[in-house]
């Protein structure tokens, strides 16, 4: 039977039910509306899909190396609410309390090191990757053994990405080719401006037939006969945007070597102090979650289609 390994992207997921419900406090006036809504997540994943491993990655409250190298990268996002950076230690208090290790590393993104613990564990048989999450820029690591779901609207509604419905939302390029399409028209989420004069039709049929941006220059500088597909204007502004295409790439491509400590036998799930958890939940006023909270079932073959 194959086990799974649940990945959480706590800091995305955390934002999406800050955003999501309505105003929460404990009895002292502390906001939790966004650490309750992380709960329900983390408690149904928990039941729906009885993983074998879990663990958390954070964003280090510090800039990353994408800021250093580009200094409008994400510099329209406006600063994180106060409300919702108080609330991030109790999320770590919750997580503690379940024994779920959740990893952070300045100078890098939760998406880095998700990226990292993927190409970590890719040789152990017998092990599926689900990656929780609202940002899409994870939909690049979706392979065979590695799913993403994607929070959208709220905290209750879901997408479930394989390679064919990424391939679906991308008008059929392949996960991998996810950084190339982005730095080619640009991720607005991101601050990254991509090439102007190339939309998202003309990324595609690029992507199509040339495979990556380093392979689409190789041909360029070579001036083989697969160029005939694009028009000289193209062409063109392809050759005289080549540093800046590469550049975009870098900076929307995930790392694969965070320096990190990693062990997965210590990310394996099912002992638990539930005193302790009870009793963290009471802290934060959620004594309507103790009827929720996790229980270890028997393992059975998971059906990740459900969602």
Not at 52 to 74: G, L, V
Not at 89 to 117: M, R
Not at 206 to 230: A, P, T
Request: charged share 35%; net charge positive.
């Amino acid at each position: 039977m194959k086990k799974l390994f649940l990945i959480l992207d706590s800091n995305s997921i955390l934002y999406r039910a800050f955003h999501a419900l309505p105003s929460l406090t404990t009895k002292s006036g502390e906001p939790t509306n966004a650490v309750y809504g992380f709960c329900l997540s983390l408690f149904r994943m928990i039941k729906d899909f009885q993983p074998d491993f879990i663990c958390a990655c954070s964003d280090f409250p510090a800039k990353t190396f994408r800021h250093q190298e580009f200094k409008e990268y994400k510099a329209q996002r406006p600063p994180t609410p106060d409300e919702l950076k108080s609330q991030i230690p109790k999320v770590k208090k919750i997580l503690n309390s379940l024994q779920i290790p959740c990893f952070e590393k300045e100078g890098f993104e939760a998406d880095d090191i998700i990226s990292t613990l993927k190409e970590k564990i890719k040789s152990e048989k017998d092990l599926e990757i689900l990656i929780v999450s609202g940002d899409q820029d994870l939909l690049q690591l979706v392979d065979e053994k590695t799913k993403v779901l994607v929070i959208q609207r709220g905290i209750k509604n879901s997408v479930l990405f394989d390679k064919e419905k990424v391939r679906e939302k991308f008008e059929g390029l392949e996960p991998f080719q996810i950084p190339d399409f982005k730095a080619l028209v640009g991720d607005s989420s991101d601050n990254i401006p991509g090439i102007s004069g190339i939309g998202k039709k003309s990324a595609i049929k690029i992507l199509l037939k040339f495979k990556s941006l380093e392979n689409l220059y190789e041909q360029i500088e070579s001036k083989k006969d697969l160029l005939e597909g694009l028009d000289s204007k193209l062409r063109e502004l392809l050759k005289n945007e080549k540093d800046k295409a590469l550049f975009f790439k870098k900076m929307v491509q995930l790392e694969k070597e965070v320096p990190i400590d990693f062990d997965l036998k210590k990310c394996r799930f099912g002992n638990y102090d539930k005193e302790r958890l009870t009793e963290v939940l009471k802290e934060l006023d959620f004594s309507s979650l103790l009827d929720k909270l996790p229980k270890i079932e028997k393992k059975v073959q998971k059906n990740l289609s459900l969602w």
